[in-house]
């Protein structure tokens, strides 16, 4: 195919000739359809070896802390329904009190393991007395409701280990 590619480049060159430029062009897309068959072949092989290779996978804090140095972000979700509450507290922030200048409540920036969602829900400070919670912690939301104003606030949850 090279020499066919040089001949036809070649008279291109000479005769500016239309036929040859339709052939080159097939040939072209003929060697992107093969090189595209190739790789997918190469990457199903890569596939069947790593899942047969029987590596057992990453705990979420880990997969989030290789995110976190790697990428810079983390951006992870499952699409597992059951993972939807569970959440990754990506920020954390004190609410104060404008008068006596102590923290009412907490700002969570949170996102979704599940839909990968991100999400902002305010945690009432007596409530963060009993069960602190810290950015990069996961915990699993039972409750939260959205308050008359469009806030949602933080009922009941707990940290888990994964």
Known sequence: ???????????IKKTNSEEAVEQ????DEQ????????ITQVLHEC????????????PFKTKIANQRDVLGYVDIQTGREEDRRRVLVTDFRP?????????????CFAQSLGSG??????LRSR?????????????YVSKCTKN???????????????
């Open 117 to 122: 969602k991100r999400v902002r829900m305010t």
């Open 24 to 27: 080159l062009t097939m040939i």
């Open 47 to 58: 596939e069947e070896r790593v899942l047969s290779a029987g590596i057992q996978d990453l």
């Open 148 to 162: 008359k104003s469009g806030y949602w606030y933080l009922d009941e949850y707990h940290i888990t280990s994964a």
């Open 31 to 38: 060697i992107e359809e093969e090189l595209k068959l190739v």
């Open 127 to 139: 409530q963060y007395n009993q069960k602190p919670i810290a950015e990069g912690d996961i915990i």
């Open 1 to 11: 195919m090279r020499d066919e590619k040089k001949r036809l480049r070649a008279e």
């Open 95 to 107: 609410l104060l009190d404008k008068e006596k200048g102590k923290p009412w409540g907490y700002a």
